[in-house]
């Protein structure tokens, strides 16, 4: 192809610029959005231009690319970024610099040379703070070359990234033949991932194989916390875009890092396994600030985008149509989820007034009611955060219909359905050894990080308590010892076993660890099978551990909670309730007629029945977080935290119909001539008076009354108050 003039005389002055120092380095940061840590920077190429000021790159590498010169350009930006890395490692900052490789210059023969040169004119900088991103299509069309390119910087601790992942072709045929530790997923798939589900399936799909092939990954061009929130839920934690920062100077980096603080969003999303079915709360907030985005861009004179109906009608618009039809079945018995209703649908009154006073000529009113507009923005905005927040805690306290409270893989092994995956948390102030152990261990299972021991210690805490914790020794302040220690003296965390990763391997160090109270250590550089091989190896004596405890909680006939283990749940969910100022409910079910039936058809015959009784309650289609138990005798209860007493009737109606279907012979029942149950429900929203015994009184009552007026019903009487 023949070069233009044009072309020419700007790659003549690019190459003076090059020699008289004009061109520069911006770093933009990389966070893992989960954590909240600063992982790393990319370096960006600028060319300080005399007359026109500052260029980006996208004014001059392209002409570059196809000449000689992009290999000196591209051997001045590694001296550079290494240079920088020496100045922050100085510092005590902890970064890794990704620059970006032309393809020419990564296929220069002598690439190899030159890079070995400029590190040994920067001795002291780090080699594993470098990381060489190269475009994937680059990658795809030299394997062979660029394998063996990798194998050879990975011998020094250099790093390697497929730069705009998913945008070349044959990814998955070619992967294999590419051990690139990290894939970045291209920004223009980024940039549409809450509006468009082509985009959504090729990002999930780009995470799922990263995963597969245990690769970092890492999403470009984040501009909100609800994309980055998206990204957490599909399994991406690390990110960079506008909307964590922009490119800055290499002097402003330092402090950037000292005062970030990620997004509040975030902290919603970072320790919570999401189901996709709640993917639309996440949306939602994006929803309603595009309706009014574009209400206000017509005042300002831009057209409508809008399809047929979503204007004016609230249940035409995307989040209409989810609130009243998969919102409506999943969060109806939520009181943050009705409250909605009324906002949502101002927000579309206000929204076709304004276009209305607009077609008018009448702008000074529309400018007035515009004002209305935020303002009831702010208001949805505020209740779908309260929403998530019950949702969150639900998604917390998650446990499996028996709810019994042992490990994950405790629930898994007996073949408890409905629990989580088995949860590990690795303990690590490295972020390669934690992206690394992810990879290798978040195929299996659930993979929680902390980057220091107070982090750990809180998050061993938490009510969903990992079963195994992968610790490191050597860490800033607290080390992994006084975290273990403190884990074994909590009667809360004391079982959760601990695995030493460390350096360390002298007799003292293990003594030590095994003093305190560690089960094992795995030294480092760690082998990947060998990590495997002694987690599941630990994990299973966990098993054994976990399943002797959970016996005192378990009711030996019906296979489902105990009273002793109901009595305990009811404590914690009233002060859950009086904490989060949410509803509780309580349904107390009785077996009608059930010692006629042991008399007609035997004790035999009786435990039978409640055992099919337990597993309808064990598998019914309930919310997560509910809890089902056997109170005693011919009596069950259900614990519904965050229920309302709408929501608490539809549930006690459905169990009520679930028995009835199963069409138990009773030939002695007054009421009718199967198996039937009596519900009573109570429900308390005066959470700063909750008790257990109030809320198992009133329970009781309510059955009772059921009982008087014929059984095989649910009374559910309106709390006080209300």
Known sequence: MQESTGDASLLARLAEGVKNNELRLVYQPKVNMRTGRVIGVEALLRWAHPELGILAPGAFLPVAEHDDLIVDIGTWVIREALRQILIWQQQNLDLVVSINIAPRQLLDPDFLQVLNQCLADEPDAYPSRLELEILESAALENTAVIRALIDACREKGITFSLDDFGTGYASLAYLRQIPADVLKIDQSFVRDLLTEEDDRLLVSGVIGLAHAFRRVVVAEGVETAA???????????????YGIARPMPAEDVADWVANYEPDAEWAAWDDMPWDMDDLPLLMARSDQCIYVDQILGYLEGKDLNFQ???????HQCRFGRWYYHEGQARYGDLDEFIELEAVHKALHELGTEIVRLKDCGELTPAAAMAKKLLN????????????QQQVGIRVAHNKSPTQINVSASTRRAVGIKGGNPVQILVVDDTPTNIEVLAGALSREYTVKFATNGEKALEMANRPEKPD???LDVMMPGMDGYEVCRRLKENPDTRNIPVMFITARSDMEDQIRGYQVGGVDFISKPFQIPIVLA???????LKLHSDLLESRAF??????IANRRHMDEVLENECRRAQRNKMALSLLMIDVDHFKEYNDHYGHGAGDECLRQIGGVLAMMPMRPGDFVARYGGEEFSVILPGCNITGAQIIAE?????????????????TARHVTVSIGCATSRQTDELTPERLLAAADQALYQAKQQGRNRVVCPLPEGT
């Open 227 to 241: 994309q980055g929130a998206l990204l957490m839920r599909l399994g991406c934690n690390i990110a960079q875009g």
């Open 308 to 314: 047929p109906g979503e204007l004016s009608d609230h």
């Open 376 to 387: 009831v923005r702010t208001q949805i905005l505020s209740r779908l955060d309260s929403l």
């Open 468 to 470: 195994l914790i992968l």
């Open 534 to 540: 002694r987690v599941s190896a630990q994990l299973r």
């Open 554 to 559: 378990i009711d030996g006939l019906t296979g």
């Open 654 to 670: 459905r169990i009520r119909v679930t028995i009835e279907a199963l069409n138990l012979p009773h030939a002695h029942s007054t």
